[in-house]
């Protein structure tokens, strides 16, 4: 089955840096969503694209979707060291599922 | 107050026995899900049930059963468990079955299986 891979699958930055995620997908969607997992637990939501939309924020979250290029890319302003977790994208297929990709590890350093 | 709670949360178990993890939400849900995510992190979605019934199963060997009880629990049986077993398995749940919905997730069950 499809699913979202993410770029890089590792990322370390330093504190008070951005950091940009990228997913890529394979078919057509009716949303993507954006989650974060910290280690050991399980998964928050952080940030829903329609496949209408192009851009979304929300906080220090900037989300893009380009869905001629079937991509979208999560960027976290002025990391700070709680920001450390993998980041997953979602692609909302069909009706009734969430189809998620293996994930970016962003390492914050102080 | 646990919006998704799962239990155990960590289970280590011979090859071959059974095992059960148990799931429950309180946020009025219609949907839950089962979620199995290996080594490499990859997430993969197992089953679905909305209002007690089960609307995905996604591939999934027979030796696992889920079971519904009613909308607010979400429980996974596992027969003759078997080394590649050894996973986190995440239960979420979501407002309805719709692929636009948020979905919230449990903070996982990490089964090994030796």
């Known amino acids: 089955s499809q699913q979202g891979e993410e770029d890089p699958q590792a990322l370390s930055i330093q504190e008070g840096e951005n950091a940009t995620m990228n997913c890529s997908y394979k078919?057509?969607?009716?949303?993507l969503q954006w989650y974060r997992q910290n280690s050991g637990r399980g998964l928050v939501h952080l940030i829903l694209i329609r496949s209408n939309e192009r851009e979304k924020h929300s906080g220090r979250l900037r989300v893009t979707l380009d869905t001629s290029k079937k991509s979208s890319s999560l960027l976290i302003t002025a990391s700070r060291a709680a920001d450390t977790a993998s980041y997953f994208c979602?692609?909302?297929?069909?009706?009734?599922?969430?189809?998620f990709g293996q994930g970016t590890r962003l390492t914050i350093n102080p | 107050d646990t919006a998704v709670s799962q239990t155990p949360k960590y289970l280590v178990t011979q090859m071959g026995n059974d095992k059960s993890i148990k799931c429950e939400q309180n946020l009025g849900h219609d949907t839950m899900y089962w979620y199995k995510q290996d080594s490499k992190k990859f997430l993969k979605i197992m089953f679905s049930?909305?209002?007690?019934?089960?609307?995905i199963n996604e591939t999934v060997p027979n030796r696992f059963s889920p079971k519904s009880p009613d909308k607010a629990h979400l429980n996974l049986h596992i027969n003759s468990l078997e080394l590649g077993d050894s996973a986190v398995y995440f239960c979420a749940s979501s407002y309805t079955n719709r692929g636009t919905d948020t979905q919230y997730f449990g903070p996982g069950t990490r089964l090994t299986v030796l």
């Open positions: 049930y909305n209002n007690k019934e089960l609307i």
């Open positions: 979602a692609t909302g297929q069909g009706a009734q599922k969430l189809v």
């Open positions: 078919t057509s969607i009716n949303n």
